[in-house]
Structures are given as C-alpha cells and as structure tokens.
C-alpha cells in the first residue's frame, strides 16, 4: 500500500495545476515560436558557418566589434536579431542569410505602374 500511496503523491505533484508564471511562460513560447525557430536556423547557419571556416566566437566577435558575450547570445538561437545585426553577420563572414527579393523578378516584370 505505501507503494501505491508513493505513486499517487508523484502523481500529484506532476499533475498538479499550473501556476500563473508557468502558463504566461508557455502562452510566450507559444506566442514566439515562429521567429524563434527562425532565430535558431539562422544561429545554427552562423555556427556552422564559423565552424567550417575555423572561425571562433573570439574572432567572429572582433569581427563584429562586439562582446564575445554577444556573440554566444547569438549563436544560441533565441535571440530576436534586428536587421541591422543580421546586415553586419552577413557582411562580415560573407555569408548569406537574408533573402533580399521582396517581390521576385518575374511578378516585377508583371507588375503594371
């Protein structure tokens, strides 16, 4: 019986209801899961970018003129990149990242002004 009183208790304590800070959390994930999947697709085409390269975060902070505090920030694909930060990625490790067509060439051909 104190077997079964034992799962029970656990049983509880893992079932038990969420708090308000556990449920505004999991509404935030869920708010930002798309541009935080983007984030980490980016962060991981940077790393790999840097990894192949022979690039470390030392050397790609100093490349960027920042922290190599930021550099880790960006590279662990939660972080909310400004277009700005992207621009700079870019023009520094001569990677591509951002598609810059908006509107694809043939549909501005189209395109009657």
Do not use: Q
Request: with cysteine.
């Amino acid at each position: 019986m104190d077997k079964l009183r034992v799962n029970v208790d656990r049983l509880n304590c893992v079932a038990r209801e969420l708090t308000s800070e556990e449920r505004n959390l999991m509404e935030a994930r869920r708010r930002d899961r798309h541009w935080m999947s983007a984030s980490s697709a980016i962060a991981s085409k940077i790393k790999r970018h840097l990894r192949v390269n022979g690039i470390t975060n030392m050397e790609f902070a100093e490349m960027l003129g920042i922290t190599p505090a930021n550099v880790t920030r960006y590279l662990n694909g939660k972080t909310n990149f400004e277009l700005r930060t992207l621009v700079e990625i870019e023009r520094a490790l001569g990677l591509h990242i951002i598609d810059r067509e908006v509107v694809p060439k043939k549909e501005k051909e189209a395109v009657a002004y």
